[in-house]
């Protein structure tokens, strides 16, 4: 048992610094909403397939446009992404309200980057997947080390004297009141990491996809107007652009039983007008535990 302690204590001291580091980046994140101050950051979304086609194709104009991501409850504000890595946000009337050429130069863009890739990308990702795991395990491990002193538990916002022995007693009460948000909020974290974990806790995801007898020109308006029809209780949710020669264009869904904000639903038209359709209420429960991890 002390080995154990010794343990949890030297591995905490320095991965916690680090899982320290994703949960404050997360909960800045959070709350975005609430400090970037950009005219029509307010705004209702308001879907218009005509707007939004328009926005499309002045902004492909003006470079390589990637995808965009609609305005929502949260931030009223339709986010452009260009091929270099710029982008800009604009208001649903189309006006742009902001612009930028590096990620550097808006803090929820670098905030993002740091809490799901430690700007190191995939590199990063699996860092913080190892992460994650490490926060389970010293969750596990510090409910051995408080039962055996169970019978001392005093629940406490703060330490009752800055101290060691207070100290240690209040970390190991109050991680024992919040073990079950702790182990959910990282158990999930590394479900979305790690495809291998996520497979032996729900199982094999499958979502089954439809092809639609129909060929439609593979334009913004035409692929959208599809969308709307196909899914009418679904929000328009993000619109993919295509990379390289072959790529279709994408449009992502959100349906109301869906809690991702981005949504699992979502319509392809390839160049020469195929339609493809995956809807996410064919998913079996797999990928329904899944999306709601």
Known sequence: ???????????????????????????????????????????????????????????????????????????????????????????QNGLVVDQWTTQWERPELWLFDLHHHLFAGETGKIVTGIAGAAGLLFVITGAILWWRNRHSFKPRLLPA???????????????????????????????????????????AEHRPKQIIGMAIRPGAAEVLALAKSHFPDAELRRLTLPSGPGDPVVVRLRR???????????ISVAMDGKVTVEDAAGANRSAWLSEKA
């Open 1 to 91: 048992m002390r080995s154990l302690s010794v343990i949890h204590r030297w591995a905490g001291g320095f991965i916690g610094f680090l899982l320290a580091l994703l949960g404050l980046s997360g909960a800045v994140l959070v709350w975005k909403s609430e400090w970037i101050t950009l005219t029509g950051i307010g705004d209702a979304p308001v879907e218009n397939v005509g707007r939004i086609a328009a926005i499309t194709e002045a902004a492909s104009a003006r470079g390589q446009l990637s995808r965009i991501t609609f305005a929502d409850d949260e931030i009223g504000l339709h986010q452009l992404v260009f091929a270099d890595g710029s982008g800009a946000y604009v208001r």
């Open 161 to 203: 004297r800055l101290a060691p022995g207070p100290i240690v007693s209040h970390h190991r009460d109050l991680g024992f009141l919040t073990m079950p948000l702790l182990t959910v909020s990282m158990l999930t974290g590394v479900m979305m990491i790690f495809g291998p974990v996520r497979t032996m806790l729900v199982g």
């Open 256 to 266: 109301p039983f869906e809690w991702t904000p981005n949504g699992r639903t979502q």
